[in-house]
């Protein structure tokens, strides 16, 4: 997108941030261990004062490897800290291939974590399994149950894949999804049936594609299936297991075992958002924290010795269309440390504006009147030559949102690539943008209706600039708070004194 001139806003703000002493891109205030692989964020909960999230995870490497349960709590869902793993692979076990995903449920004394245990069969391939395993009141200390309870799929459906059990109460019986596939038909998600949480009877197909008629993608099989109750309504996430991998959000009713699903709409549209857990705390507030896989080379991932990472945490509301949106916690204010503020900012068309709030570690909120513009857009991660940075922008006659990094990074590993996405939204006179950029990842919402999630890898420490622009017309951003971001001191000890 070429402009005509640069222009500056003279300030004195430039956000450099604390030196983290973390190996390049991971980012500081998203959670991840210090190091190796994790992928899906799981058993989201609250217990008393601390929330627990466990998580896939292989110790050894920054590889899938052999996956285990990491578990970390926090008092408020921005400060976690790591303890020991909930659950390992048993040698000889039903789960000696893995303890893959799956839910917890704190109803329940003492509380039960239902996982797939993988392992694999010479003749058979890979063979999943749903197991138990039973916690102490803190979710500390797990024992697994001895038997397996659901073997695998019934035996006259012919199913892709079975795996990461959900679990939630159905007035007095207890209702477990496991993500599918049918074949011929594409993505399913069955549902078991149990008085006892111990013996589970097969109730039939809870959801497919099928029984909406949409034109979204059904893939093979589904994965991560995860259900809640907002504002009157049920929602249905599914994660699809595809080259895509989007997560679709359903609205609808229970209807005995089948769910009749009302609307149909992605939970988030950008690139590198997956496998969300969702928990519902006392107060009616609909959490969700995802999987931002990594946008480089499986090479890459192992030089750098860690692959993956968690978004920040979100609240879910629905509209009254029936949309799912999400939007940053209010929690994540405790972030913010250096901050800078302006007002009426001219935004010439075909002029890029330079703020003067560079970092690799920033939040940005404006509010902007688009006027005649055709085109809005925000450049991050901008090197001063602007060889490197990453665009985001957005088409105002039909939606459409743009997440361009095909100049995002310089390193031969990483992939140029640009994502558009349009779902019906069309924006106002006014956008509300919020972005967080946090080294290696970037989150975008706009009017808190869409959110897009993607993963840049500046190869050059100078790419850290900020640029606004607008095509086809004039705009203004009618006011415009960044912050610096850094992990918040510790009100107390780390280890929350728990350990």
Request: charged fraction near 20%.
């Amino acid at each position: 997108m070429a402009s005509r001139v640069n222009r500056s806003l003279p300030s004195p703000y430039v956000f450099e941030g604390k030196p983290h002493g973390r190996p390049p891109h991971m980012p500081v205030c998203h959670f991840r261990p210090e190091g190796n692989w994790v992928n899906d964020p799981l058993g989201l909960t609250k217990v008393g004062d601390l929330y627990h999230l466990f998580y896939q995870y292989n110790p050894v490497g920054a590889e899938p490897g052999l996956k285990h349960w990491g578990h970390a709590i926090s008092q408020d869902l921005v400060a976690w800290e790591i303890l020991p793993l909930a659950l390992s692979p048993t040698p000889g076990g039903p789960d000696e291939g893995g303890c893959w995903s799956g839910s917890v449920t704190t109803l329940v004394d003492p509380p039960h974590l239902f996982y797939t245990a993988v392992r694999h069969d010479p003749r058979r391939g890979r063979i999943e399994t749903v197991c138990l395993a039973l916690g102490d009141a803190g979710l500390r200390e797990w024992r697994k149950h001895p038997d397996v309870l659901i073997p695998g799929p019934p035996a006259d459906l012919d199913t892709f894949g079975f795996r990461d059990p959900f679990v939630w109460r159905d007035g007095d019986q207890w209702c477990l999804l496991v993500g599918s596939g049918i074949r011929g038909v594409g993505g399913a998600v069955l549902i078991y049936r149990s008085d006892d949480l111990r013996r589970w009877r097969y109730d039939g197909v809870f959801f497919s594609m099928a029984d909406m008629g949409a034109e979204y993608e059904t893939a093979a099989m589904w994965e991560c299936p995860q259900l809640f109750q907002l504002q009157g309504r049920y929602v249905l996430l599914l994660s699809i297991d595809s080259a895509a991998h989007p997560v679709l959000y359903v609205t609808g009713r229970l209807d005995g075992s089948k769910f009749a699903a009302e609307r149909i709409g992605r939970l988030d549209i950008g690139p590198e958002f997956y496998a969300p857990s969702c928990f519902v705390d006392d107060d009616g507030r609909a959490l969700v924290i995802a999987w931002a896989p990594e946008a480089r080379s499986g090479d890459a991932q192992v030089a750098a010795g860690w692959s993956g990472v968690m978004t920040l945490p979100r609240a879910m509301t629905l509209d009254t269309s029936g949309r799912l949106r999400s939007s940053p916690t209010g929690e994540l204010s405790r972030l913010r440390h250096k901050h800078w503020q302006a007002e009426s900012i001219a935004l010439p068309s075909g002029v890029n504006v330079v703020l003067p709030i560079a970092g690799c570690r920033l939040e940005m909120m404006a509010t902007v009147r688009a006027s005649q513009a055709s085109t809005l857009g925000l450049r991050i991660r901008k090197s001063p030559d602007g060889r490197e940075m990453t665009v985001l922008s957005i088409d105002m006659s039909t939606g459409t949102v743009i997440f361009d990094r095909s100049a995002s990074s310089l390193a031969p590993e990483v992939m140029p690539t640009v994502h558009e996405f349009n779902d019906g939204w069309l924006p106002g006179a006014f956008i509300q943008l919020h972005v967080f950029v946090d080294e290696s990842i970037v989150e975008l919402f706009i009017d808190d209706v869409l959110a897009l999630t993607g993963r840049v890898y500046p190869s050059r420490t100078d790419s850290v600039g900020v640029e606004v622009f607008s095509l086809g017309g004039n705009a203004v951003i009618d006011r415009i708070d960044a912050w610096q971001l850094d992990m918040p001191e510790p009100s107390k000890p780390r280890g929350l004194g728990l350990s």
